[in-house]
């Protein structure tokens, strides 16, 4: 069966402090890997990953994927409240089937 | 102004009545997904559709149909047969060529 984990599932951090959430998956016809943003409502975009090893970046924001340990982390760095959300990652395993994890709630606290 | 529009924000209903839930977007996307959010929990997929007149189960469909009568619109009715209907649901998009949804605002439902 095809699933997505993540960890940890909640962290509270003071502003400045840097965070890494990880996305661990198991499917059997892995097509991407996506991140996602969800403050009160819609989960806004993030990043897509599709090649190990390759660093997507913005701003304080970045993330990488490692295709062999199936697996990915996302930084954020110099945290601020704005940052408080749930990070949800969600793997594209097949057309149309995206599985997604239970998300990371993160408290930034000022 | 592009995007998904999800109506209405919030809707109360008794035990023992359908409801629909209305999703509109205008990014000429092909592909449009229902979904379900419970705390705690991923979103579970309800219902996908990659076309007009068509549509797919997906893993939570029990208790739910849909409709895809236009390319633009995609609403879910939640039926009575469902067990547990009080959630947020999200309905989302995506184009042919992206793997990237896009998510309306989503509309949380309660059941009493």
């Known amino acids: 069966e095809d699933k997505v984990v993540q960890s940890p599932l909640s962290l509270v951090v003071h502003e400045g402090d840097t965070v890494t959430l990880n996305c661990s998956y198991e499917v059997t016809n892995f097509r991407s890997l996506l991140w996602y943003k969800q403050e009160k409502k819609a989960p806004t975009f993030l990043f897509m990953l599709t090649s190990s090893g390759i660093e997507k970046k913005s701003g304080r924001l970045s993330s990488i994927l490692d295709k062999k340990e199936l697996f990915s982390i996302l930084n954020i760095t110099a945290t601020q409240t704005g940052d408080s959300a749930v990070y949800l990652c969600a793997v594209e395993a097949g057309t149309y089937k995206y599985i997604f994890g239970t998300g990371t709630r993160l408290k930034v606290l000022a | 102004d592009g995007g998904i529009t999800q109506s209405p924000k919030y809707l109360f209903r008794k035990e023992g009545q359908n409801v629909t839930l209305s999703c509109e977007q205008n990014?000429?996307?092909?592909?449009m997904y229902w979904y379900r959010q419970d705390p705690g929990q991923g979103l579970r997929l309800i219902y996908y559709?990659?076309?007009?007149?068509?549509?797919q189960k997906g893993d939570i469909a029990e208790g739910y149909s849909v409709s895809r009568e236009k390319k633009e619109s995609f609403p879910l009715t939640v039926t009575s047969a469902q067990k547990n209907p009080t959630a947020f649901y999200l309905c989302?998009?995506?184009?042919?060529?992206?793997?990237?949804?896009?998510f309306g605002p989503g509309t949380r439902l309660t059941v009493t």
């Open positions: 990014l000429n996307h092909d592909a």
């Open positions: 989302a998009t995506s184009g042919t060529n992206s793997y990237e949804q896009y």
């Open positions: 559709s990659q076309i007009v007149n068509d549509f």
